[in-house]
């Protein structure tokens, strides 16, 4: 028995890419979220940001091109999937997170702390993958 899930909560790094696949006409969404942690080293406070690759299909994919921007802070649910190529040559892998949630968050005017937006997209229907 396998579980993979992920849940992350970060900053969009740039704009996201939505587009939609020729074949089907289905819309795809492409965006890096930067996940930072602080810990500490020595005595001393560290920082380790994280940029996660997330890939989201459907409506919720079309809502991410038209409501999320550059900065605006999300909570990613979805689960972990490899992706590998080649070019010229050389053989790539890496990890992305295929999203089967994406929630738009708000920033705490006090505290400046991430919080569930209350200009929410409603809920869709979730897909399956």
Partial sequence: MSFNKVIIMGNLTK?????????????????TVAVN???????????????????????????????????????VEGKLKEKSWEHEGQKHRKIEILASNVRFLTKKESTGEPELSDLEVPDEPKESF
Avoid: W
């Fill in 15 to 31: 704009d996201p890419d939505l587009r939609y696949i020729p074949t089907s006409s289905a819309p795809v969404a492409r965006f």
């Fill in 37 to 75: 942690s602080k810990y500490k080293q020595n005595g001393e406070m560290k920082e380790d940001v994280l940029f996660m690759d997330t890939v989201v299909f459907g409506k919720q994919a079309e809502n991410c091109g038209q409501y999320l921007s550059k900065g605006r802070p999300v909570l």
